[in-house]
């Protein structure tokens, strides 16, 4: 079998969770597997660099950080292949240069666009575990470039993907995806499977588990992903196209407090008023989340939406600029909000899941200020002093730390 | 003019003298020069890298010590392009694989092969102030490999003489190369100048300002290099292949203490016993320096030599385990001496110079044990408690802290 495990910073933190990490790559190799490693920088050594860099140069270009910030999963790779060779296993380290991990031209956050195969196939076939590091890539001149935020997952999922790999497990410091986050739900379950429709709303909505572009990658190449911990040796979560058991009809509940909602109040009942107000925040590159508008009365409207906490003053600002064009009467603006919401596959086909939901909130006399739905979720906006117990509430109504549901 | 200039890791130890070598850099570029710098590791950059490594294998290969240690180059590079983009100017890191500094495979102590020029010639094109890893290099696998002691300054040369540029710097903590060191001898004068083969003897001879196979490589490939101060602006000293003024009877006096005397006794004055001797020693990397042979007499002969400090007892050990093929009675053995030697390209067309110079230490009333001479150097063996006044004597024989001698 021929498995892609990849570890986090905190997973090759010091000496000991490096020796750890070997250890457990060590087992998969003894029983026979081909292993492919992608590390991160250890620990705090990409926050340290940036910090140096800063004290040089407060704003430094793109291109030189990344040359930077590469340097920190090049040291990660090297160190893990010494620690193997203390375990008498032979293995090899590998750069973005010596794989060829090519990505596109931007710098800090670049995308994956091909990979080559031969020197990792040809290292396997030395009975080399392959370490390669993680986050970045290389553009068409030549130059270093990072992947972003969840940079490294996405680097294992795309080397299991090209290798034709036979799982892809990313280690973390939890033991897998969770029914809820267990520091709010004393009995919040792991899950054992999960689809990836599922998981990329989780990722969306804040499971800080695996990065939505690592999920997004599985789910197009039919990746069997695993979350596990690098800690234990738990069995972790599946993450794939389609769950062995009867679809889930709810797989998980999550709370989002980063998020604020902005109303435009008294906007003219014209068409093109919703484009007009949308268009400001997306050139400037803000995310709108959940919309609501109001029906058209006394011949004007008003729309509702929220954006992450950390726009709220930008985005006012940009409206209220405009707000002869957007013909609003005035902007009112609530940062004490949370976003719950629910996940599951199953949901599409069953009916009164969100009246189970809506139910359960109101049994705990929590109010709902807005609703959005998908095919595999449901959201709903509150006040943000209810976000534990709401969440704790929807857990019990759909009974999700119970195995059998 | 095309410069090429080189900065050691105690030069970009920290901050401040990273912007204080970019200041250096930028004088030249906006006097209209094309610069390109070499760079090593910041500080003790690459000591804590090695210590890092050996906590977790204390025997790490060096194929993964070369991937690792070849990170702090890279910081380097990347840290000085963002200290030039503060004042203004355009520049761009690069490191071994975007040059294409080509090695032998050889880990931890590569040979130079071949430099690809188009990426540097492009980006000087473009106005770039390039600026590039020194000390490492990559081999036909495509691994990293380091160049050993002195590498950046290899670096250096070797990029100068492949982009054939005007002139090749090396900025150290001296400005420049002296007559003998000025801690040893108080009025010790800078050199202006000095030929290729007078400063290879000082570079052997163990005057720390610059590598032996950086100077190789200058002499080979007629590259000018000047040695100065990273920390001054005084002018420093022109290594050439000659001289302008007429050939200097002596330049410089050097002692090196790390040297050691062994003789071997009563060896039968046989044909092939110096060979049987000192390929014993040569098999294990051992370095021979000068040698003695005694006149046979009663069938015997005596063969002292002198060899590095450190490599004595191995030395004697690999003697004594073939005594019976060399055929000698005992092996004798003297740490306490030292090394002393005259430098200068003139000494070979004037007699006397040795003479001068045994006078001296006669005068002195400081023994010689052995002597050995070249073209351009006369070294002679002292007890080493008089290395400083040796020195001293002979710097004042030779008047060498006068300007007119």
Same mark, same amino acid.
């Given at each position: 079998m021929l498995i892609v495990k990849k570890f986090g910073g905190s997973s090759v933190a010091n000496k000991e969770r490096v020796l750890n990490v070997a250890n457990k790559i060590a087992k998969d190799y003894k029983e026979g597997h081909q292993v492919v490693v992608v590390l991160s920088a250890q620990g705090d050594t990409t926050d340290e660099l940036i910090k140096k860099a800063k004290e040089i140069n407060p704003t430094p270009s793109k291109r030189e950080m990344d040359m930077l910030l590469t340097t920190g999963e090049q040291q990660s790779v090297a160190l893990m292949a010494m620690a193997l060779e203390t375990l008498g296993l032979p293995s090899i380290s590998l750069n973005s240069f010596q794989v060829g991990i090519k990505t596109t031209s931007t710098y800090s956050n670049s995308r994956l666009k091909r990979i080559d195969t031969d020197r990792m196939l040809e290292e396997i076939e030395r009975k080399n575990i392959v370490i390669v590091t993680g986050f970045q890539g290389i553009n068409r001149y030549d130059d270093?470039?990072?992947?972003? &935020?969840?940079?490294?997952?996405?680097?294992?999922?795309?080397?299991?993907?090209?290798?034709?790999?036979?799982?892809?497990?990313? +280690?973390?410091?939890?033991?897998?995806?969770?029914?809820?986050?267990?520091? *709010?739900?004393?009995?919040?379950?792991?899950?054992?499977?999960?689809?990836?429709?599922?998981?990329?709303?989780?990722?969306?909505l804040g499971a800080k588990v695996l990065h939505n572009r690592s999920v997004e990658l599985a789910k197009k190449y039919n990746v069997d992903l *695993?979350? &596990?911990?690098?800690?234990?040796?738990?069995?972790?979560? *599946?993450?794939?196209?389609?769950?062995?058991?009867?679809?889930?009809?709810?797989?998980?509940?999550?709370?989002?407090?980063?998020?604020? &909602?902005?109303?435009?109040?008294?906007?003219?009942?014209?068409?093109?008023?919703? +484009?007009?107000? +949308?268009?400001?925040?997306?050139?400037?590159?803000?995310? *709108?989340?959940?919309?609501?508008?109001?029906?058209? &009365?006394?011949?004007?409207?008003?729309?509702? +939406?929220?954006?992450?906490e950390d726009n709220v003053e930008e985005a006012v600002a940009l409206i209220e600029n405009k707000m002869s064009v957007i013909t609003g009467q005035k902007i009112e603006c609530d940062k004490k909000v949370s976003k719950i919401s629910i996940v599951g596959s199953g949901m599409q086909t069953n009916a009164g899941v969100a009246t189970k939901m809506f139910e359960a909130l109101y049994d705990a006399g929590i109010n709902i200020h807005m609703i959005s739905t998908s095919e595999v979720k449901i959201t709903v906006l509150i006040e943000d002093k209810y976000t534990k117990e709401a969440v704790n509430v929807i857990h019990e109504a759909f009974k999700l730390g119970e195995i059998n549901k």
């Open positions: 270093y470039t990072t992947l972003g &935020r969840g940079g490294s997952d996405t680097t294992a999922v795309a080397l299991a993907a090209a290798l034709n790999a036979d799982k892809c497990e990313i +280690f973390t410091d939890v033991d897998g995806v969770y029914t809820a986050d267990p520091r *709010v739900v004393p009995n919040a379950r792991k899950l054992d499977e999960i689809t990836y429709d599922e998981m990329l709303e989780l990722a969306t *695993v979350v &596990r911990s690098s800690l234990s040796d738990a069995e972790g979560t *599946v993450v794939k196209e389609e769950c062995k058991m009867e679809k889930t009809l709810v797989s998980g509940v999550v709370s989002d407090k980063n998020t604020a &909602r902005i109303a435009v109040v008294g906007i003219k009942d014209e068409p093109g008023k919703a +484009f007009q107000l +949308f268009s400001i925040l997306s050139k400037k590159n803000i995310n *709108v989340d959940i919309i609501l508008q109001s029906i058209g &009365r006394d011949g004007t409207k008003d729309i509702t +939406f929220t954006v992450a």
